[in-house]
């Protein structure tokens, strides 16, 4: 199926960017309004105006060249979300570095894996990762290139004693750079994905960041609520933008879902971005505290990252209005689908029409399907990437004909828009029979006793595979074998029971994510243990990034 719905921003943008500046950089709007907010600390109120952004990141740019780092050289970012976080970040960007933000949750071999993989010239952590920190093999990056920020300690250079004295203008060879992120690791290793760097002048922002200005009216008068973890790709490139587009972040050390509302109402927020898990901890929220806060400041809740529930986005759009922007796209950059509230009303369960890059769903022969008929999603024109060190993995995300996927499943309908079936590696094969779990989590989430639910092939001699669901219950409920039985008999009351779970485990918690993405591979692995999987290896890592 091609969906020939296409938005390219390069040539359109002479008339839709009329209003909008030649440079889009936070040294713009220190010239412009520096006395205005550009990050507030959600907790300590604590305010970092434009010019102290524009001063901050200009020593951390000055730094980067007095330790011999050149256009193009790598480092990694290991903070916690803070206001400096954003300062430092666009310090090593607008020294045209490649930078990688890793978690602060990730164990230290992770941590080393990524150091190791992607060469990095720079390492800088903070004292409240300092522990972790040490435990980090760091003997490849040269001793004076190991920053610790906010203490002093052995084996690290003091980053705030580096920066004093450091001249609070531009670098004369100011040229920018790009992030370099690394996927989840859902499906095994993650992998860098390595983009061209910017080939503009510095400051000019590139075709994303102005369609996401003039799709989703972000502006210097944007007051956005940043509530996810600065290291994953969405939230630290929309906390970017929205500085790059002279708004304010309004940036929050860890979810909290009262204190989200809070928030909102007490900084007027226009604009927010969440995942699905946000959601749920919002709508469990009692009545009472609902009802306690003003939202009507919002102008657009966006979210991706995981599939929403259409009872949990259901009960979102009732409570906020009809504000939700749902999109699909991922790290890799080679595509990006939007649906409005009011588009997903009519077209339930869609992540929307093409609006960079043209879908294609092919077979598994790379042949164009039907309508309606699942296969492989395709981007054809999105942007260009590579695997970093795997040539073989980005030469088996593209087509013959030079499009490119991340290994997701879906189907277009007549209209152009795309439902999502699941990712392939996940897909289910039964008897010869291919089986996506996604509609049967999303049938057991009905259930009025469970609270999230996975859904994934295991062993099985006569078929190859079975469907296993594994299910986390809602407070107050126990796992046993009748509620199994009544779980299974749900499903098979509805759905062909080919889909069907032919048995049911309990967890206490599903291993998610921070930004609400399952880590199915975590609950798939002991069932496979020593044995192969039929289905294909993940292509690539669902980021759920724009």
């Not at 971005?273 to 009802?291: C, D, M, S, Y």
């Not at 062993?459 to 809602?474: F, H, I, R, S």
Request: glycine share 10%; proline share 7%.
């Amino acid at each position: 199926m091609d969906s020939s719905r296409q938005s390219l921003p390069e040539e359109e943008g002479a008339s839709m960017d009329r209003n909008l500046p030649n440079s889009l950089h936070v040294g713009y709007w220190a010239g412009l309004k520096p006395n205005h907010p550009a990050i507030i600390d959600a907790e300590t109120g604590a305010i970092t105006t434009f010019a102290e952004y524009e001063r901050g990141s200009n020593r951390v740019a000055h730094l980067m060249r007095k330790l011999g780092l050149k256009p193009g050289d790598q480092t990694v970012l290991m903070v916690e979300n803070r206001p400096e976080f954003l300062v430092w970040f666009w310090g090593m960007i607008r020294a045209g570095l490649r930078v990688t933000p890793v978690s602060t949750h990730a164990r230290p071999e992770e941590i080393d894996y990524i150091i190791r993989d992607c060469g990095a010239d720079l390492f800088l952590s903070s004292g409240q990762n300092a522990e972790m920190a040490a435990r980090c093999d760091l003997s490849a990056i040269p001793p004076a290139a190991r920053l610790m920020a906010d203490i002093p300690m052995d084996g690290f250079t003091s980053f705030d004693a580096a920066l004093e004295g450091l001249p609070e203008t531009p670098i004369d060879d100011e040229v920018e750079g790009i992030e370099m992120l690394y996927s989840s690791g859902t499906t095994g290793r993650p992998k860098g994905i390595r983009k061209p760097m910017p080939a503009g002048p510095f400051g000019e922002g590139g075709a994303m960041l102005r369609y996401f200005a003039r799709e989703w009216h972000f502006d210097a008068d944007t007051i956005y609520l940043h509530p996810a973890p600065l290291y994953h790709a969405a939230p630290l490139r929309f906390a970017n933008r929205i500085n790059r587009l002279g708004g304010t972040v309004i940036l929050m050390r860890k979810f909290d879902p009262e204190a989200c509302l809070a928030n909102i109402e007490k900084y007027g927020v226009t604009h927010s971005q969440w995942v699905p898990t946000h959601f749920n901890r919002l709508l469990k929220l009692p009545g009472e505290i609902r009802a306690k806060y003003d939202h009507s400041t919002m102008k657009c809740a966006i979210h991706a990252a995981a599939p929403c529930p259409h009872d949990v986005k259901r009960a979102m759009i009732e409570w906020w209005g009809p504000i939700l922007i749902e999109y699909y796209g991922a790290s890799e950059g080679i595509g990006h689908c939007a649906i409005t509230s009011a588009e997903w009303l009519e077209k339930p369960g869609s992540v929307g029409q093409a609006k960079m890059g043209r879908l294609h769903i092919c077979g598994d022969d790379g042949e164009e399907l039907p309508v309606g008929q699942a296969g492989t999603i395709y981007f054809e024109g999105g942007g260009s990437f590579a695997y970093h060190n795997d040539p073989a993995k980005t030469e088996g995300a593209k087509h013959p004909k030079g499009w490119c996927t991340i290994g997701d499943v879906g189907y277009v309908d007549e209209d152009g828009y795309l439902f999502l079936t699941d990712r392939k590696a996940f897909m289910i094969i039964s008897g010869g029979v291919n089986i996506y779990p996604q509609e049967i989590e999303e049938h057991l989430l009905k259930h009025p006793k469970v609270a999230d639910a996975a859904v994934f092939g295991i062993p099985n001699a006569d078929y190859g595979e079975e469907v296993k669901a594994v299910v986390q219950l809602k407070d107050g409920q126990t796992g046993s074998d009748a509620l199994s039985s009544e779980i299974i008999e749900f499903c098979r009351a509805t759905l062909n029971h080919v889909k069907c779970p032919r048995s049911v485990d309990f967890i206490d918690v599903m291993p998610r994510g921070e930004n609400g993405k399952l880590y199915k591979k975590t609950l798939l692995d002991p069932y496979w243990k020593g044995r192969k999987r039929t289905p294909a290896d993940a292509i690539g890592e669902k980021g759920g990034a724009a």
